[in-house]
């Protein structure tokens, strides 16, 4: 009896390891906090390593609907597109593209430099616009463009920056691609617009709040979602840009999983920063109260055999 709990208990453990795709969408940041530039982001992991991204191309497709008539939103609209087919995953499975060369701190818990891992493949560029910020409208006024936007990471790309993959403003969007890896797409309640992902098997997720960071728990691929800030008035231990806010100054903070379970963000939380380029950091809710039921269990079935 207890060698069948602790294979059940193992089953469901590889169960949740296997649903992860082969190449999936790791990390992305989008919407920085002044400056806004040298610090966007979007990075890749594959579960085996130097995996060749040929053909493999990264989209950003506009999702806000115009709420005012001056407004250029148009939902559909590709607004970035990364060919990806001179690249490959490095060998920890990592791809990071930047706009900078910029040093990074990618581990605020330790000191000194740390810049991406060594072994993750980095390609900076620039984007067609500022990733997932903003534009001007008809009257070249600035307008923020992070409420709703999709992501997708497809195979076999045919269109070009500026098509519009939803002529028709009904919220489907057109396939313009022979292959689909992955795909994320977050909205704030209330925002006006289409999230496109879950169409082709991808993640549309809602919260109460704009989040900055999209960042997949490593233990099971759950997306995580909070807010950035400057690094600017953040308590000691804090070193911006990449840590999530702690509700103490402007933008204040929020931050949860894809299931909208919040997480507490506060000086202790050490585990709420980004990592381009590096590995991602294990939040460990709410999945962990399972595995200890779990594992609770198995001892309970053990004494009573």
């Known amino acids: 009896m207890k060698s069948k709990i602790m294979l059940t ?3 469901i453990l590889i169960c949740c390891q296997s649903a992860f795709a082969a190449l999936q969408i790791n990390e992305i940041y989008v919407s920085p906090e002044d400056p806004k530039d040298d610090r966007q982001f979007f990075e890749l992991f594959s579960s085996t390593g130097t995996t060749s991204l040929n053909n493999v191309w990264f989209l950003e497709i506009e999702g806000d609907l115009p709420i005012e008539p001056t407004q250029l939103d148009n939902p559909g609209q590709v607004l970035n597109a990364f060919d990806l087919s001179a690249f490959s995953t490095g060998s920890n499975g990592l791809f990071l593209r930047r706009d900078s060369a910029t040093v990074i701190d990618i ?3 330790t000191s000194g430099v ?8 980095v390609d900076v560029g620039g984007f067609s616009q500022i990733f997932g910020y903003d534009e001007e409208d008809i009257n070249e006024d600035p307008i923020f463009e992070n409420n ?3 992501y997708l990471l497809v195979e076999g790309f045919t269109g070009a920056i500026g098509d519009d ?3 028709d403003d009904d919220g489907v969007l057109d396939v313009a691609w022979t292959g689909f890896h992955d795909g994320v797409s977050q909205a704030e309640t209330g925002d006006a617009g289409y ?3 879950s169409q082709f098997g991808g993640n549309d997720i809602l919260l109460g709040f704009g989040a900055d960071v999209y960042q997949r728990r490593p233990s099971d691929g759950l997306w995580m979602f909070f807010d950035s800030s400057s690094g600017d008035g953040e308590p000691a231990g804090f070193n911006g840009p990449f840590f999530a806010n702690d ?4 933008g204040d903070s929020d931050a949860a999983f894809e299931d909208g379970t919040e997480i507490t963000v506060n000086p202790s939380s050490m585990y709420l920063f980004a990592t381009p380029g590096g590995a991602n950091v294990q939040i460990p809710e709410p999945t962990s109260v399972v595995l ?3 594992l609770t269990m198995a001892g309970f079935f053990r004494r009573s055999y």
């Open 148 to 150: 709703v936007h999709s």
């Open 107 to 109: 581990d605020p818990l």
């Open 165 to 167: 993959l939803d002529g």
């Open 195 to 197: 999230q496109y992902a």
């Open 114 to 121: 740390q810049g991406p891992d060594g072994a993750t493949t």
């Open 9 to 11: 208990i193992a089953a």
């Open 292 to 294: 200890l039921t779990l």
């Open 247 to 250: 509700g103490s100054g402007p």
